[in-house]
């Protein structure tokens, strides 16, 4: 279309648009001509009106920012420009054919096909379709013998909504995917030896449906089996799906639609309801024990006919492009991120559980460390200090564990013990000291002498002193115990001592009633005519005899009257020394 010759009279001027018109009729093409346009623009590029410049210019498919779905301004595609003259103005075709001088450069591969705005090349076209799906129009033919020139229709749409949603209509297996007998009347029916490697219907408790079946379900359709169906399933919404029933040989049973009594849809799978007698969704009658009878249903192709369909119909929606939806996912390489069916198999597309497998995180179990995380809270780890180990910091403290290691200490290398810990006291049962609990005297005198109390025996009268030490019950070991008494005594006086009378009772510890009244044994070696020096104290020990855990050990330490020793005989201390 070119502008008026001012010369022309007002009829002239009538009879030129009218003949422009029908030009354009014949040219079958809607053209905006010598339209304002960016100097970026060439013959081929999808435009959009930049309101901001009032022009056109070259088209992206892209989204606004910060948003992966809501198309930007500059992927409204509403033409394409098919002349250019100079830099900034071109003719816009808005619709129609367009038989171009050769293919532009800005129209990737130019076979035939539907085309696309390109979401990488401004103005460009692509056969791919992206995320945000701007058709432009179709490349028709490419250049022929009998004309060079390549042929394409324009027809830019901001909305694809031909796309929207799909229609899926699949013939389901009427079939027990197992072995199946009929039941007599009005027995329940009953699939028997489930193979989930065959297609049909499983038990709905059977392991491949991974304990998703709903309350009261009787059979599951093994979708594994159903490629095709298991690739779009579940529909979307969930509640656009409906399953119909015909039966050419039992006019009795259910024919159309199958109620939801009797049939139950989610994102797991699909459930049959019932397994009451002639309600299961394959022939009553079905034998699988009868190869030879005429059983095989509908959708198994190259099959007869048995009386019995299922038709399964669904829509998905498509939210305008395949990449609004997740069409499949699996973990990165050495993600601990696991994807698998409600099954509990791999998979990649379908209804889909996701796991995090922490096994895969752990680089190394023996860190060192005393840094754990103790929880995750907002998006964030906390952590905190934990008890890495224990270190056996005395040679009376015995750590045994589940594992060690080797670290410096101050005074060398010492041994962590961590994990399980077990502490114990190591002591040496060989010099184990036990001390009187009580101490009884008869006719013997507590004194203090230099400021030491101790327990004296006078001299020319009979005195007696008793000491009872108690044995643990246990921890001081698995073998024969034995004790010798030990003893810090002085005299008074310079001179040999006078020889005691010393007598042991063992009182066991009693399992049944034991008499008190044990008989006294004579305190081996414990010798005490020996010389001293006034006031110096000595020690002296008896020779060992055989004890038991929880015994009572009473020791009497007798001075007689008469003897030749002049002075006192004092006792300071007095032990029991344990060894096994």
Known sequence: ??????????????????????????????????????????????????????????????AESGSSFTPSDESDVMGVVSAKYGNYAADIIILGLWAADSMPALVNDGSPGRYYLSATTAGGWTKERPSIARPIGFVLRGPVACDSRPLMFIAPLSADWQNDHAHHEFALTALPAGDHNPPDVPDPHAILNADSDLPGWLPASHAIFGGNAPTGAKFGYNLSQHAALNAVWPPQPLAAVVLEQTSDYEPTRLLGRVPPEYVSFDANGIWWMTDAHGHVPWPTNYDTLAPDADYDVFSTPGAPAVGMHLKLSLLRMSLTTQQNLVTSLRPGQGSPITVKNPAGQDAVTGDLLLGLDLNLLAASTDAAGHLVVKNFVDGAFNVGPVVEGLIADSSGIALTSTAQRTIPGESGDVTLHMGRVTVSLASDQANRELFPHITAVGDAVERIRFDMPYLSLPANRKSQILFRLHVPAAGLGDGQLQMRFRAVLFGTLTGTLDELDCHIRRLARPADPVSINGAAVTLPGFVTAVAVTADNAIELQSELFDIAHGDTIIIAVTRNSGGAYGGEIGFVRTCGIVST
């Open 1 to 62: 279309m070119t502008a008026f010759s001012p010369s022309l009279s007002a009829d002239q001027k009538i009879n030129q648009l009218h003949s422009l018109i029908q030009a354009q009729r014949l040219q079958g093409q809607l053209v905006l001509p010598r339209e304002a346009v960016s100097s970026t623009t060439s013959v081929g590029s999808a435009v959009y009106w930049n309101t901001t410049t009032q022009r056109w210019e070259p088209a992206i498919a892209t």
